[in-house]
């Protein structure tokens, strides 16, 4: 099987390349991501591996199609880059639902952690020689109380650790995980309840139309005063705009954020020397209570090493059987997984 690999980075290889040659899956990678300019690079191909900033719309559908393209293979849980009603029927849509839950909690608590008690700060100062603590007080997480906006796997390790310092939780999901709620330090609640009693609000849900902008004017307006934000999911969850009108009102006391709505041209790429062009994302960075990384949270060696190995699983499983248990498909309109690997 020859497989197209777009938007590659110098810490995919080494995984693929491990699993790629134990399943006999020969990747062929392109620095270019995948969008309608680059899709004729897939001629020849089986099937193309693609990530978050991908696109893969119609018109890149249509073309893949056009030449014979039968499978795209998601190295990563999210499926939004993907025009998954205009896929149904003509390509088949692969993912990796799970690689390493812990690898995105933990890097949320280490933002938080770095947010709250001034170690970015800190480090630039030492480095300087400067070691005053004039404006780098910071705030006990024990007993505070956060909201967590998606119980999924990644969601529910996020509360795990919580838990340790000793937080209480306040949840919401749409579909709540059976048993998570204990009735006292962990709770379901309506989202506007979340948002009201929450001293710190996390992201873990996918982007849907439901969950588009879910942080928004109003729901910030409902939050308390100081409230901290953190965002490793998906950029598309906050409104930006909203979210800056907040920061500069007092309002959102500080910002993780891993994701940014815009990402796509911007993050994993080298811009050090280069004007940066969008106006809110350098506003956000200069900000004193933000923190951005790009899109850093999956990138552990055992996030990496699943992946990889997912992926060329679920390649090698669909062209040996037709059938693949992580495809994705749209059945009355909503996205679902393929249990019995049919999507059509």
């Given at each position: 099987?020859?497989?197209?690999?777009?938007?590659?980075?110098?810490?995919?290889?080494p995984s693929f390349e491990k699993f790629g040659a134990q399943y006999n899956v020969k990747f062929k990678y392109f620095e270019t991501k995948l969008n309608e300019d680059t899709a004729e690079?897939?001629?020849?191909?089986?099937?193309?591996?693609?990530?978050?900033?991908?696109?893969?719309?119609?018109?890149?559908?249509?073309?893949?199609?056009?030449?014979?393209?039968?499978?795209?293979?998601?190295?990563?849980?999210?499926?939004?880059?993907?025009?998954?009603?205009?896929?149904?029927?003509?390509?088949?849509?692969?993912?990796?639902?799970?690689?390493?839950?812990?690898?995105?909690?933990?890097?949320?608590?280490?933002?938080?952690?770095?947010?709250?008690?001034?170690?970015?700060?800190?480090?630039?100062?030492?480095?300087?020689?400067?070691?005053?603590?004039?404006?780098?007080?910071?705030?006990?997480?024990?007993?505070?109380?956060?909201?967590?906006?998606?119980?999924?796997?990644?969601?529910?390790?996020?509360?795990?650790?919580?838990?340790?310092?000793?937080?209480?939780?306040?949840?919401?999901?749409?579909?709540?995980?059976?048993?998570?709620?204990?009735?006292?330090?962990?709770?379901?609640?309506?989202?506007?309840?979340?948002?009201?009693?929450?001293?710190?609000?996390?992201?873990?849900?996918?982007?849907?139309?439901?969950?588009?902008?879910?942080?928004?004017?109003?729901?910030?307006?409902?939050?308390?005063?100081?409230?901290?934000?953190?965002?490793?999911?998906?950029?598309?969850?906050?409104?930006?705009?909203?979210?800056?009108?907040?920061?500069?009102?007092?309002?959102?006391?500080?910002?993780?954020?891993?994701?940014?709505?815009?990402?796509?041209?911007?993050?994993?790429?080298?811009?050090?020397?280069?004007?940066?062009?969008?106006?809110?994302?350098?506003r956000l960075i200069s900000m004193p209570n933000v923190i951005v990384s790009s899109h850093q949270a999956f990138l552990t060696e055992e996030a990496l090493s699943n992946i990889a190995q997912?992926?060329?699983?679920?390649?090698?499983?669909?062209?040996?059987?037709?059938?693949?248990?992580?495809?994705?498909?749209?059945?009355?309109?909503?996205?679902?997984?393929?249990?019995?690997?049919?999507?059509?």
């Amino acid at each position: 099987m020859k497989i197209a690999f777009f938007d590659t980075k110098p810490y995919d290889k080494p995984s693929f390349e491990k699993f790629g040659a134990q399943y006999n899956v020969k990747f062929k990678y392109f620095e270019t991501k995948l969008n309608e300019d680059t899709a004729e690079l897939a001629h020849g191909f089986d099937g193309v591996c693609v990530f978050v900033n991908d696109t893969v719309n119609a018109a890149v559908i249509d073309r893949l199609c056009a030449m014979g393209v039968k499978v795209v293979a998601l190295r990563c849980a999210g499926f939004n880059n993907v025009d998954m009603k205009y896929a149904f029927g003509k390509i088949h849509v692969l993912r990796v639902p799970a690689y390493s839950p812990y690898a995105v909690a933990e890097h949320t608590m280490a933002m938080l952690l770095t947010s709250i008690r001034r170690i970015h700060k800190a480090y630039i100062r030492t480095r300087d020689f400067n070691f005053s603590l004039n404006g780098m007080t910071g705030f006990d997480l024990h007993g505070k109380t956060v909201g967590v906006i998606g119980t999924g796997r990644i969601g529910r390790v996020f509360i795990d650790i919580c838990r340790g310092f000793g937080m209480k939780v306040l949840a919401y999901d749409k579909f709540p995980y059976e048993g998570l709620d204990n009735g006292d330090t962990i709770r379901y609640v309506p989202l506007e309840e979340l948002f009201y009693n929450s001293d710190i609000i996390s992201l873990h849900c996918p982007l849907t139309d439901d969950t588009k902008h879910i942080i928004n004017e109003n729901s910030l307006a409902k939050c308390k005063r100081g409230v901290v934000l953190l965002n490793t999911s998906r950029g598309g969850l906050v409104d930006t705009e909203a979210l800056l009108a907040g920061i500069k009102s007092r309002k959102v006391g500080a910002a993780c954020l891993d994701v940014y709505e815009e990402e796509s041209d911007i993050f994993f790429e080298d811009y050090s020397g280069h004007i940066i062009e969008d106006d809110t994302l350098a506003r956000l960075i200069s900000m004193p209570n933000v923190i951005v990384s790009s899109h850093q949270a999956f990138l552990t060696e055992e996030a990496l090493s699943n992946i990889a190995q997912t992926t060329v699983e679920n390649i090698t499983g669909f062209f040996a059987t037709g059938q693949c248990a992580n495809e994705l498909c749209y059945r009355h309109g909503a996205a679902a997984d393929c249990k019995d690997g049919k999507c059509f």
